[in-house]
Each structure stands twice: as C-alpha cells, then as structure tokens.
C-alpha cells in the first residue's frame, strides 16, 4: 500500500489543523494538550511537513520515528501523539476520507505493536538502558538533598520528592496560599473556591503542616482530587524556602512566573545532573524511591496506599520495580 505522504495534499488554512483539534478538545487535561502537541511540532520539524500531513503519512512517519528514538517509551508517546490528533482531525469526503480510514488503522497498529512490546519488558521488571545508566539509589537522593544550601529551590525541589512519595511533573504550578490555624481543617468547599489547580495551603500556626492539593495531573481522571497533609520536616523546608525568597509559587522563573510543565520539567532534570553528574530524571526518583522499599514486610494495604499516593496503580506500581537479573523464582 502506498503511503498518503506521496499524494498531494491540500496545506492547512490558518494554523495546523492537526494541533487546532488537540487544543481544542475540551476533553483533554492542559498537560495531555501541551505534551501531544510538543510531540506533534518536534515531528512536524524533523521530518519538514505539518502535523496534519504527516499524522495521514503513517508510513513515512513511523520510519521517521524508529530512526530518531530508540526508546520504546519515546516511540510509544510520539505514535500516541500522532493517534490522538488523527482521532480528532475532522475527516472530509471522497478520497481523503478514505485516506484517514487507512491512516488510522496503521497507527492503531503501530500504537498496538509498541503497547505489547513495552508491556513484555515491564514484566521482566528490567530497566530500559537509559535507565540503567541513569539510576541512583534513593538513599543517595537524601544524601544529596542535604548537602544543597538550606532555603535554596533546588534543596526544596529534592525535599518535595524525597520526603515525601514522589510524583510526577505536578509540582510546576502550584500557588501558595495562606490559610487559617491548621491546613487539616480545609473544607472541600474551600478548595473549590480555590481557582488555581493546583495548591499548597501554609497554616497561620506554625506548628500544624501544610497541605498539598492536586487537581490537575496525569491520572486526575482516574484518581480525582489529590490532596495530602505534609510532614512537618518538609512543612518546615518549604517555611524556611518562602522566609529566603518571598513569592506566590511553589516553584517560578527568574521573572516570577509559574513553570510550564516541560520547563519545570528541565530544570529538576538539571538539578539533578548537577547533583548526580547522571542524566537522572524524576522517573527515575519514581523509580529509585519503590526499590527501596521493602515490598516482603507490606501489606496490601500499604501498597494500595503508597500506589496512591504516587498516583497510579497497584499493577503500575508492581512494574515500577526492578528486579535484579538472575533472581527469578524457579517452578
């Protein structure tokens, strides 16, 4: 079958047709629009042609995708992009339309092929080779963090994911706000007055803990409002931080804004780097923090609790771990 990127087709009017649908999907969270679209532009760049004419080019496109990244995962969310604008790209008449039909079968192919490949090696709870390289036991993660200057964002930024169970990118927009004597004491009517998504509520009374509320995140469909009491050592940390330098977010630029998700994203990674003179990512914090845990002393409850405090599942958690080569069970 000949791919639709040797046919003519017609150029988008106005902006690209393939991003306008994702962006306008009121169905999708302001992260899956900011990660599909990203995605999209580095595809539209790399091979030269719109996203609305290579997401009907599968062909093209998959070969293109194979040569530049030779991580599944990577693969994996590039084709995931490509999928999820061809769903919502409108499909217009005659041979076009029949073009679409083809497109978007062999991307639900290429997405299924991908899914079962991922799926094997997380089975075999074995990192990938970027990860291997990457990791770093998470007793040296708290090694690091406290030798970082006290007050500092990048000493608050390891205090966020290591004293308590590490999330993913969730922490780039998080306001700061001031709530009466103790933060537990937080109606759900109160965190709905609340507009910004994401919050971290700092009590008048010193000695009660903040709370961290989360609406906006990755599984937010499945998991709905995550909302947590802090510790009084990371209380304390983010007390200390805000007496260093006065703001309005958790984290923000040098000009006082809040992070986007991908800038947050590459200065924790830089951070890290710094620290670990490693390619270390907040993955892989994820990852370090549940192989160090003693899975033979918890409970069902225990994992159930920890899976949702990193908000995902048990069986997402279970392939978290990583199991040293040659110590599979014998049957």
Same mark, same amino acid.
């Given at each position: ?14 902006? !690209? ?24 532009? /580095? ?39 490509? #999928? ?25 192919? =290429?997405?299924? =092929? ?7 090696? #997380? ?12 990791? /770093? ?15 500092? +964002? ?50 008048? !009374?010193? $000695? $009660? ?21 802090? +510790?009084? !050592? ?15 977010? #958790? ?19 830089? /951070? ?44 997402? $958690? =279970? ?13």
């Amino acid at each position: 079958m000949r791919d639709a990127g040797a046919q003519p087709l017609a150029e988008p009017q106005g902006s !690209d047709q393939a991003l306008k649908a994702i962006l306008e999907d009121p169905r999708l969270s302001q992260m899956s629009k900011h990660a599909y679209v990203q995605r999209l532009k /580095v595809a539209s760049a790399g091979m030269q042609m719109p996203a609305s004419r290579l997401i009907l080019a599968p062909q093209t496109a998959l070969a293109w995708i194979e040569r530049r990244y030779k991580e599944l995962a990577t693969r994996r969310n590039m084709v995931t992009a490509c #999928l999820a604008a061809l769903r919502r790209m409108p499909a217009r008449g005659g041979s076009l339309l029949q073009i679409h039909k083809r497109a978007l079968g062999t991307w639900l192919k =290429a997405s299924k =092929a991908l899914e079962d490949l991922q799926q094997a090696r #997380l089975k075999e709870n074995q990192p990938s080779d970027r990860q291997r390289r990457a990791y /770093v036991p998470f007793q040296d993660v708290i090694l690091a963090r406290e030798v970082l200057p006290r007050g500092s +964002p990048e000493r608050l930024m390891m205090c966020m994911y290591s004293m308590i169970a590490p999330v993913r990118c969730d922490y780039n927009r998080v306001l700061l706000v001031q709530c009466a004597k103790s933060a537990a004491e937080l109606s759900d009517e109160q965190v709905q007055q609340i507009r910004e998504s994401n919050f971290i509520c700092i009590p008048g !009374d010193a $000695q $009660q803990p903040a709370i961290l509320v989360l609406r906006a995140y990755k599984t937010s469909k499945q998991y709905g409002v995550w909302r947590r009491l802090l +510790p009084m !050592d990371l209380t304390a940390e983010i007390r200390r931080s805000l007496r260093a330098r006065p703001r309005k977010w #958790l984290f923000q630029t040098e000009k006082g804004n809040p992070y986007t998700a991908k800038a947050f994203s590459s200065w924790c990674c830089g /951070v890290l780097m710094k620290c670990f003179r490693k390619p270390v990512t907040l993955t892989i914090l994820r990852h370090s923090y549940l192989n160090s845990l003693d899975f033979n002393r918890l409970r069902i409850s225990d994992r159930e609790s920890i899976a949702a405090a990193m908000q995902h599942s048990v069986a997402t $958690q =279970a392939t978290y771990r990583w199991v040293p080569k040659g110590r599979s069970a014998s049957y």
